[in-house]
């Protein structure tokens, strides 16, 4: 009896590890071609806005630890700004429309989520990449900043690259930039 639930105990670890990814020989590889990906759909993004109307657009990436020790991972996400007026509403309208357009799916990630009409978000797919748009900035400390502005995270599944033990962060943040839109 003892020898089988050593033998069941022995098969769940190796069922639960064996889903564990390993190290891939080049991690940085790995996440440059995520990183590739990303900044397409940022791009993407820069002309989707524009056919919308909305132009006051920046974007950056960031590159950030997804993982702690002693199985660290890094991954790749892109944030942009967009000064969307007075007229949240009918902005993000505007950019769900072209979304749409685009093959952008619409998710019911907010569905429990109580909204302003007067400042909406939602989530977004596709093929791997995910879009969350919130209009209408944030309060902090009674202040309110962005109250103008559409915030949109891009950001990749399967996003976290497992890296080598000690420090990999600093042979990767130069991935980190601020994302011009092509010329």
Do not use: N
Not at 49 to 66: I, P, R, Y
Not at 112 to 140: C, N, Q, Y
Not at 141 to 156: R, S
């Amino acid at each position: 009896m003892r020898k089988a639930v050593m033998m069941g105990v022995v098969g769940l670890l190796a069922f639960l590890l064996g889903g564990c990814s390993s190290v891939p020989s080049d991690p940085r590889a790995v996440l440059e071609e995520k990183a590739a990906t990303i900044d397409a759909a940022v791009q993407d993004l820069f002309e989707t806005l524009a056919v919308a109307g909305l132009h006051e657009v920046s974007a950056a990436s960031a590159v950030d630890t997804c993982q702690s020790e002693p199985a660290p991972g890094v991954s790749y996400r892109a944030g942009m700004t967009v000064k969307a007026g007075e007229d949240l509403a009918g902005g993000f309208d505007a950019l769900v429309k072209q979304l749409d357009a685009g093959g952008w799916k619409s998710t019911d990630a907010y569905r429990d989520v109580k909204i302003d009409p007067a400042r909406p978000m939602g989530r977004f797919v596709r093929d791997d990449i995910t879009l969350d748009v919130k209009t209408g900035g944030a309060s902090s400390g009674g202040v309110w900043y962005g109250a103008d502005e559409m915030q949109l995270g891009v950001t990749i599944d399967d996003d976290c690259v497992r890296v080598p033990d000690g420090g990999y962060i600093s042979k990767v943040e130069d991935l980190a930039k601020d994302i011009l839109p092509r010329s």
